[in-house]
Every structure is written in C-alpha cells, then in structure tokens.
C-alpha cells in the first residue's frame, strides 16, 4: 500500500507533540495527550499543554562562542545576543503571556541575570509588548530607544507600560543617534538609523549593526524602503553577513538596491505562522532568491540560532526547513 505524505505543517505538529510527551514524561506527567486538531476535536492547545507539563522551549548553542537567538515570539521581532561577556536584547515581541515567559525562560537557561543593553526598536506592540514584563525580571544596564517627534510620539497603554518601567526600574535611556557606537558584552554595536523622522513608525525604527571580530549581524527592525534609502544615501557600510530582515519580510521592505549594499549570505524572517498580513511575501522571497540569500523563518524554523566566532558562522533551527 502506498502511504500517503503528511504535509510539512502536520509534520511539524507531530513533531511537537513529540517533544511535549517527552517533556511530560520527564515530570510523570499521568495519562495520555492527544492532539485533536485533526480529529474535530476540543483539546488544549500547544502552548497550554506545554505549560501544564512544564515544558520549556530550549535555548540551543552552538559550539560557538557568540550566539545570536531569533526568538519565535509569533507575529513579532525579538532577538538575544550572548557573549561570552554579556547579553544583548533586542525588541520582545507582542503583548502575550507567553512571550514573556519565553524570553524570560531563555535568559534563564542561558544563566542570564541582567542585560548588559536592551534595545526598543520602535513603539509598535509587537516590538516591544513584552519587553516591561521581561526588564521586571531581568534588569538592564541601559535602553537604546529612537528619539520620535512629540507629534509622532505614541501614547498607546503598551508603550506608556514602558516607560513606566523604565523609569521606575531607573533604566538609563540612550537615544539612538546614527554613527555612535558601543562596545558592549564584547561586541561593537553601531547605530546606522533613524536617520530622519517620518510619521511612519516603521521607518523610525533603530538600525544596529553588531560586530565580532569579521563576523557582522544587522538587525533592521521594522525599517521600511523609506529608511533604507536614507542608510543608502548616507553612505554608511551596510554589508553584513547575516541580515534580520525589516518588517517581517514585507514587500514595503527589503528593497534590491538595499539587499544589494548589504551583500547577507543570510536573511532571518521573523513572522507568525499563517499571519493575517500575508508576511513573508513572496515579492521578497523572489529577491533572496535572485541574490542567492539563503533564507529562515521563525514561522516555519521557529527560533533560530546563530553562532560565530568572528570567522565561521553555524545555524542551528527548532524546526526543520520542509
């Protein structure tokens, strides 16, 4: 009999369901899970069976000194830099219980007790919801936030949260002025933009480049075709050999003359399965494509790992690439 192949979605999910038994059976978890998505029926979902048998999602190193994680926090941006001589993060993804408790759940792991520098991209929620409820947990040394026009400045209750936070925790905050650079946790972190306001938020995102050793990381944001033009007309040297793609892979972003500056021999999208915008779209999977970028995706990889030693790279995925 010919057996019929299971589509890279189920397969994901089993392999899942893989994963939350062995969990359960570590704490003598009693009875059987069974996933019911397939047979109609009412059953916890993933994240709720993960929490009630105390599975946690793992931080996975490379044999590399330098780590750089792109969490999978769903439809958001969130990344984590550890060095031998501290951590790094930047944005926390949206609003949710859980994406806290990821990033929270990874420092921990990583034996994290503070960071040496957080960044706040920009204030959109999917950026930085999470990111008051992470620094209650694991305080930081500074913030980098972009200074917005007080026209522009939002007044949302995620981002008042923040400041709130941030000001009662007695976070120093450094405004993100393009040309300075930082030596933190034994990497050089340069600020390449906002370069000029815009009332698209977007575009007043912060661009940082991190480099260790020859080994260079660009983290965009939700940078649109707007501030991509501006770090092109600055001049300012773009190249990196791993590119955080801008806006989740949107077609407002990753323009050809910008992936052409920026020569990555790796793109990094960070998005949410089956999200409602679409993200990635396939105009800017085409250019990765035509520029021989080999490409990953939280939403298929889930969180991604990265490691240097300043030479060679090495990627490490939660899930495969089907």
Not at 61 to 73: C, W
Not at 128 to 142: F, H, N, R, T, Y
Not at 187 to 215: C, F, G, H, W
Request: charged letters at 25%; glycine letters at 8%.
């Amino acid at each position: 009999m010919k057996r019929k192949r299971l589509s890279a979605k189920k397969r994901r999910a089993i392999r899942r369901a893989v994963a939350g038994l062995i969990a359960a059976a570590a704490v003598a978890f009693s009875g059987i899970i069974t996933f019911g998505d397939e047979l109609g029926l009412n059953t916890p979902n993933w994240e709720q069976i993960k929490a009630s048998v105390g599975a946690q999602d793992q931080a996975n190193l490379t044999a590399l000194p330098v780590n750089v994680f792109y969490i999978d926090v769903g439809q958001g941006d969130c990344e984590l830099i550890h060095t031998p001589s501290g951590n790094i993060l930047i944005d926390a993804g949206e609003s949710l219980p859980e994406n806290a408790a990821k990033i929270i759940s990874f420092a921990k792991q990583l034996e994290i007790e503070k960071f040496d520098c957080v960044i706040a991209t920009h204030p959109h929620s999917d950026h930085i919801g999470s990111m008051a409820d992470v620094l209650e947990k694991i305080p930081a040394d500074q913030i980098i936030m972009p200074e917005l026009p007080e026209e522009e400045t939002p007044t949302t209750r995620v981002y008042e949260n923040l400041l709130d936070t941030i000001t009662r925790l007695e976070i120093p905050v450094l405004s993100a002025v393009p040309g300075e650079q930082y030596e933190i946790a034994g990497v050089t972190l340069e600020i390449l933009a906002p370069l000029e306001e815009d009332e698209n938020l977007n575009n007043m995102s912060v661009v940082v480049k991190m480099r260790y050793q020859d080994a260079s990381f660009l983290f965009d944001g939700d940078a649109e075709s707007g501030a991509e033009r501006a770090m092109l007309a600055s001049g300012e040297d773009l190249r990196a050999d791993i590119l955080k793609v801008g806006h989740h892979g949107s077609r407002t972003s990753s323009t050809k003359d910008y992936l052409e500056a920026v020569q990555p021999e790796i793109a990094v999208i960070s998005c949410g399965e089956g999200n409602s915008y679409g993200h990635p779209h396939q105009q800017t999977l085409d250019k990765f494509n035509a520029l021989g970028i080999r490409s990953f995706r939280t939403d298929v990889n889930g969180t991604i790992t990265i490691g240097t030693d300043g030479n060679t790279y090495e990627v490490i995925t939660e899930h495969g690439s089907e």
